[in-house]
Nanobody, 115 residues
């Protein structure tokens, strides 16, 4: 059983930046894909970004050019660097390992973008 723990969320003003971390209790090299998803109140969960164990990345159109996903296998951690944050980025951000349907999930971290 793999446990994922997110950190780095918080309150930030529009235009600001945050960096989220997701640390695994086990090796992340075992997972072909890891990613970040988010869910805003009253909305469905949506994909934010994914990264493969070869470093290939994929982003939602709404975050392209503003967010960057990365991974450090030695630290068993993936990151989500978020810049130029907008109020519509407000959501609970969750880390996933494996797949959205059958993979492992963290508990989520709240990101609030507000002045």
């Amino acid at each position: 059983q793999v446990q994922l723990v997110e950190s780095g969320g918080g309150l930030v003003q529009p235009g600001g930046s945050l960096k989220l971390s997701c640390t695994s209790s086990g090796s992340i090299s075992n997972f072909y894909t890891m990613g970040w998803y988010r869910q805003a109140p009253g909305k469905q969960r949506e994909l934010v970004a994914t990264i493969t164990n070869r470093g290939s990345t994929n982003y939602a159109d709404s975050v392209k050019g503003r967010f960057t996903i990365s991974r450090d296998s030695a630290k068993k951690t993936i990151y989500l660097e978020m810049n130029s944050l907008k109020p519509e980025d407000t959501a609970v951000y969750s880390c996933n390992a494996g797949s959205e349907t059958f993979g492992y999930w963290g508990q989520g971290t709240q990101v609030t973008v507000s002045s």
